[in-house]
């Protein structure tokens, strides 16, 4: 009943195939565009979402920049949590009947390693990486040869790739 009126027929059930689609097209064109702007007005919009005092997202770090150099670490604290490392690894070896590191000679080795850098840029690459780079140079000859140019050195140009490499990083 509608006003002491009963309707005869549903009037969802009485619209033609063309009246529903005409009433969805209005819809989707003028309605639904209307009420996601009310609710990027009123909520704030996507940005909102998932946003609270509960969230995932806001317990994530932002991300650094690559020009951000990383910050200096205390040698004090450095030289702590080595030992604590150390100690619990010892601990273990113990618990498994083997024989306990020696903490302290251990630290100061492991500290005395990280203090000295490389002396030269090839000593910082590893080996694996150099026969890599070697294998490039030694392709990159040979598509040279087949083209007609002359061969490059190809220890020379595995050191000034490796150069170039350990530079940019």
Same mark, same amino acid.
């Given at each position: 009943m509608?006003?002491?009126?009963?309707?005869?027929?549903?009037?969802a059930?009485?619209m033609t195939?063309?009246?529903?689609?005409a009433?969805?097209?209005?819809?989707?064109?003028?309605?639904?565009?209307?009420?996601g702007?009310?609710?990027?007005r009123?909520a704030?919009?996507?940005?909102?979402y998932g946003?609270?005092?509960?969230?995932?997202l806001?317990?994530?770090p932002?991300p650094?920049?690559?020009?951000a150099?990383?910050?200096p670490?205390?040698?004090?604290i450095?030289a702590?949590?080595v @030992? +604590?490392?150390?100690e619990?690894?010892? !601990? /273990?070896r113990?618990?498994r =009947?083997? #024989? $306990? %590191? &020696?903490v *302290?000679a251990e630290?100061?080795?492991?500290?005395?390693?990280?203090e000295?850098p490389?002396?030269?840029p090839?000593?910082?690459?590893d080996?694996?990486?150099?026969a890599?780079v @070697? +294998?490039?140079?030694?392709v990159?000859? !040979? /598509?040279?040869?087949?083209? =007609?140019? #002359? $061969? %490059? &050195?190809? *220890?020379?140009?595995t050191e000034?790739q490796?150069?170039?490499l350990?530079?940019?990083?």
């Amino acid at each position: 009943m509608w006003g002491g009126y009963a309707w005869p027929v549903d009037p969802a059930l009485a619209m033609t195939a063309v009246q529903k689609g005409a009433a969805v097209l209005v819809f989707t064109g003028v309605a639904a565009p209307l009420i996601g702007v009310a609710l990027r007005r009123v909520a704030g919009g996507w940005d909102s979402y998932g946003r609270g005092p509960f969230a995932i997202l806001d317990e994530r770090p932002a991300p650094r920049s690559r020009a951000a150099a990383p910050r200096p670490v205390d040698p004090a604290i450095q030289a702590a949590e080595v @030992r +604590q490392m150390l100690e619990a690894k010892s !601990e /273990r070896r113990r618990q498994r =009947g083997e #024989a $306990p %590191l &020696d903490v *302290e000679a251990e630290a100061a080795r492991l500290l005395a390693a990280g203090e000295d850098p490389p002396l030269h840029p090839r000593d910082a690459v590893d080996a694996e990486l150099r026969a890599e780079v @070697r +294998q490039l140079v030694v392709v990159r000859n !040979e /598509r040279r040869l087949r083209q =007609g140019l #002359a $061969p %490059l &050195d190809v *220890e020379a140009e595995t050191e000034r790739q490796l150069r170039d490499l350990v530079e940019s990083a």
